[in-house]
């Protein structure tokens, strides 16, 4: 009997970590990526708590602290130009990073690649499991057979769509929308991210390291139209919202042609998805393909995580992946859930919807820690 085999789709950052923990549990994995390489831009992440953890046992922690952001800290900006803090609201403590996401799905997939297939510029088109594996059909590569298929590609996956329905059946909108950008030249203020507010708009300038980076969260229609994946209009809707204020931003002297001239433009709505199992079978879902909403940069941290988890389950019990599968499911679904019930709290406090909210806010973080 050879090793048995699992296919990953999504080399972010659950699916290489599972790849590289599923490699030394005598699996053999295979990553398949839509994309035809990895980014080399992104919004910075958190690798914090547990997952740090997981980092250090992954031999990684040195270079992902190389590569950390090392902004310390996090202050608003009033409409006058006051600043209050900083505070240390979300950024990472002790061994913990802040890293651009794009950084961390590369050193992931460095340390997953002895031992495991990644197959880049492709995509699973269709899934026929049984009670003895899965038959893939790709865009591209000749149909194969795995024992176990992963969905780790997202809030709009394909593998969620393909084994369990249509994405509207279990993503919700929440009514906010986030959009980011490289800005291609340093930030004014190189030490400190800068969040300025306007009632339900968020602008945060953070200096990543040396090329700065814009971040745009703002409330919208609660349900968008199929329109708003087109990149044309994902720019109106950015700058429908944000060109109603004057924003003394010194990063954005020119906030429409920034917004129109950005070649890595990322646009999404903000989201949570539900589903009441994360497994039919053989085929199974995580990170954001399972369960989303972080407004903290957490996601990250929650999908390795998450990676960990599943692979251990499988380990345990390699003969049996339908149950190992039920069991990372009821270890991980609690943490999940505790980040999903948070959304109100990190909405209230990084974009409050009306000026009384935005008073309030700003009067809290007058009291947060320094």
Not at 258 to 265: C, F, R, S, Y
Not at 293 to 306: H, P, R
Request: net charge positive.
């Amino acid at each position: 009997m050879g090793q048995p085999t699992a296919l990953i789709c999504g080399a972010g950052i659950a699916g290489p970590t599972l790849a590289f923990w599923l490699g030394r549990h005598g699996f053999r994995p295979t990553v398949v990526e839509r994309a035809r390489g990895l980014r080399s831009s992104g919004s910075p992440v958190d690798v914090h708590g547990k997952a740090t953890a997981i980092a250090r046992q992954m031999g990684i922690l040195p270079r992902l602290q190389k590569a950390a952001t090392r902004a310390p800290g996090l202050t608003f900006v009033t409409p006058s130009g006051r600043r209050i803090g900083p505070s240390r609201l979300g950024r990472p403590r002790g061994d913990d990073v802040e890293i651009p996401r794009a950084d961390l799905a590369s050193i992931l997939c460095d340390a997953a690649r002895d031992g495991t297939e990644f197959l880049f510029g492709d995509s699973v088109a269709d899934l026929q499991a049984d009670d003895a594996g899965v038959d893939v059909s790709f865009e591209h590569a000749a149909p194969r057979r795995f024992d176990l298929v992963v969905g780790a590609d997202g809030l709009h996956s394909t593998v969620r769509a393909l084994a369990f329905g249509p994405e509207d059946t279990f993503v919700r909108p929440l009514g906010l929308y986030i959009a980011t950008l490289s800005l291609g030249r340093p930030a004014a203020d190189p030490g400190t991210v800068l969040m300025y507010n306007r009632p339900g708009l968020s602008l945060t300038i953070h200096p990543v390291r040396g090329t700065a980076g814009a971040g745009f969260i703002f409330h919208g229609p609660r349900h968008p139209g199929a329109e708003y994946r087109d990149p044309r209009a994902q720019r109106e809707l950015v700058l429908a919202a944000y060109t109603r204020y004057d924003w003394a931003v010194p990063e954005l002297p020119d906030l429409r042609g920034q917004v129109e001239g950005a070649e890595d433009l990322y646009f999404d709505t903000v989201s949570q998805v539900r589903l009441p199992a994360w497994s039919k079978g053989r085929v199974a879902l995580l990170g954001d393909a399972a369960s989303c909403v972080s407004l903290f940069g957490d996601g990250s941290s929650m999908a390795m995580i998450g990676a960990a988890t599943l692979a251990a389950a499988l380990a345990e019990t390699p003969g049996d992946p339908v149950a190992a599968l039920r069991r990372y499911e009821a270890r991980h679904r609690r943490l999940s859930a505790s980040r999903q019930r948070g959304y109100r709290l990190g909405a209230g406090l990084l974009v409050p919807a009306t000026r009384s909210g935005l008073t309030t806010r700003n009067l809290i973080a007058r009291l947060l820690p320094r």
